[in-house]
């Protein structure tokens, strides 16, 4: 298994320890060539949908080794954030740092502030800890806290 999965599969068992909230993994969109290749048959929503005290969440997983690309934010995946948050939702953006087996998050707009004081197209993993907000995989629930 991959670590984006692993840390899905391990967020997604955190997540559903919440008491008044309910979160499911969505579904990835494949399709199957005649050649038995798999591709993804359109954009999936983000990793993960839920409710929480009554807001609707949003959550996009993204996996770092030594930085992050904007661009592996994809266009559909902001637009679905945005809308949520716009709309009195919660749309956060949850970092699993690889090497040091590390959680950090933030909000939509705390992101496109990272985005837009950025010179450069990608964010390093230390300025990542610096600009979010750091939890322990097994206190994921704290996010809403």
């Given at each position: 298994m991959?670590?984006?999965?692993?840390?899905?599969?391990i967020?997604e068992?955190?997540?559903n320890?919440?008491?008044?909230?309910?979160?499911?993994?969505?579904p990835?969109p494949?399709?199957?060539?005649?050649?038995?290749k798999?591709?993804?048959?359109?954009k999936?929503?983000?990793?993960?949908?839920?409710?929480?005290?009554?807001?609707?969440?949003?959550?996009?997983?993204?996996t770092?080794?030594?930085n992050?690309e904007?661009?592996?934010?994809?266009?559909?995946?902001?637009?679905?954030?945005?809308?949520?948050d716009?709309?009195?939702g919660?749309?956060l953006?949850?970092f699993?740092?690889?090497?040091?087996?590390?959680?950090?998050?933030?909000?939509?707009?705390?992101?496109?502030e990272?985005i837009k004081?950025?010179?450069?197209?990608?964010?390093?993993?230390?300025?990542?800890?610096l600009?979010?907000?750091n939890i322990?995989?097994?206190?994921?629930?704290?996010?809403?806290n």
């Amino acid at each position: 298994m991959n670590n984006g999965k692993r840390i899905e599969n391990i967020i997604e068992k955190e997540l559903n320890k919440i008491k008044n909230g309910y979160f499911i993994k969505s579904p990835t969109p494949i399709r199957i060539t005649k050649d038995k290749k798999i591709i993804y048959a359109k954009k999936a929503l983000c990793d993960f949908i839920g409710i929480y005290n009554q807001k609707f969440i949003l959550i996009e997983i993204k996996t770092i080794t030594k930085n992050f690309e904007f661009r592996r934010l994809k266009k559909h995946q902001l637009e679905q954030l945005e809308i949520i948050d716009k709309l009195g939702g919660i749309s956060l953006i949850i970092f699993y740092l690889i090497n040091e087996e590390k959680i950090c998050y933030t909000n939509i707009n705390d992101f496109r502030e990272i985005i837009k004081n950025s010179k450069m197209k990608s964010i390093s993993k230390e300025n990542i800890i610096l600009k979010t907000i750091n939890i322990e995989i097994n206190n994921i629930t704290n996010i809403f806290n």
